[in-house]
């Protein structure tokens, strides 16, 4: 257990729905990330939550849209997904300060797009 | 454009043994280094982390050697343990200019046979 909760663990959504991933952290942390593993890449950063200003990674599509409602929670809500978009999404987060700490993860929510 | 490679997917070794894991990187304002440890159906837990200002760190059984000059870490597991058994993810990010988001390798797969 790393402090970092992710809901729900496993998600099957066909491609006109409507879902969003939840991810809670109590750890005090400040910074907070959403991450995609697909399979043989690289975790791929979506985007990035800290001290309340966003960070994305400009390739991501448009159909992930998120939200950050307080540095506890991290929401990513899914909209008109691709079968391409199965993958593990992990959310992570860590300290910015003076100092940098090393990000803790969520056990990721395992998503198939049918 | 892969700035962590990490160009073994694989690597298989007896239990007792010491596992060798390297990890290479293109971005020289990257000043720290961390390595991630997962198991399947879970989120990646941090290992251990190196800062640019050391060529060593020690933790227990695992140790974390950097190599500056040629952008090189490698990760030392001695000795190696059938729980040591995961996918192994080396990680680099910049902490100056506050550019602190870690990039991912794709991770190598250890597995250590009893």
């Known amino acids: 257990e790393t402090g970092v909760t992710q809901t729900p663990r496993h998600l099957v959504m066909g491609m006109t729905n409507k879902k969003s991933l939840k991810c809670e952290q109590h750890?005090?942390?400040?910074?907070m990330y959403w991450y995609k593993q697909s399979a043989k890449k690289p975790l791929e950063l979506m985007f990035v939550?800290?001290?309340?200003?966003?960070?994305e990674n400009n390739s991501v599509p448009s159909r992930f849209s998120p939200e950050c409602p307080n540095s506890s929670h991290l929401f990513l809500h899914l909209h008109t997904l691709q079968p391409e978009d199965s993958a593990l999404y992990l959310c992570?987060?860590?300290?910015?300060?003076?100092?940098?700490?090393?990000?803790?993860f969520g056990q990721g929510t395992r998503l198939t797009v049918v | 454009d892969q700035q962590v490679k990490q160009n073994s997917p694989s690597l298989s070794v007896q239990e007792g043994r010491i596992s060798i894991l390297n990890c290479d990187y293109t971005?020289?304002?990257?000043?720290?280094f961390l390595w991630y440890k997962k198991y399947p159906a879970e989120g990646p837990t941090f290992l251990i982390s190196?800062?640019?200002?050391?060529d060593k760190n020690e933790d227990g059984r695992f140790t974390v050697f950097l190599n500056k000059s040629a952008k090189h870490l490698s990760l030392h597991i001695v000795p190696s343990q059938p729980g040591d058994s995961a996918v192994y993810f080396c990680?680099?990010?910049?902490?100056?200019?506050?550019?602190?988001?870690?990039?991912f390798g794709r991770g190598t797969s250890l597995i250590v046979h009893p």
């Open positions: 939550y800290s001290l309340e200003e966003r960070v």
């Open positions: 992570a987060s860590s300290l910015r300060g003076q100092g940098w700490t090393e990000a803790f």
């Open positions: 990680a680099a990010s910049s902490t100056s200019g506050g550019s602190y988001i870690p990039t």
């Open positions: 971005n020289s304002m990257f000043d720290y």
């Open positions: 750890l005090g942390h400040n910074a």
């Open positions: 190196i800062s640019s200002i050391k």
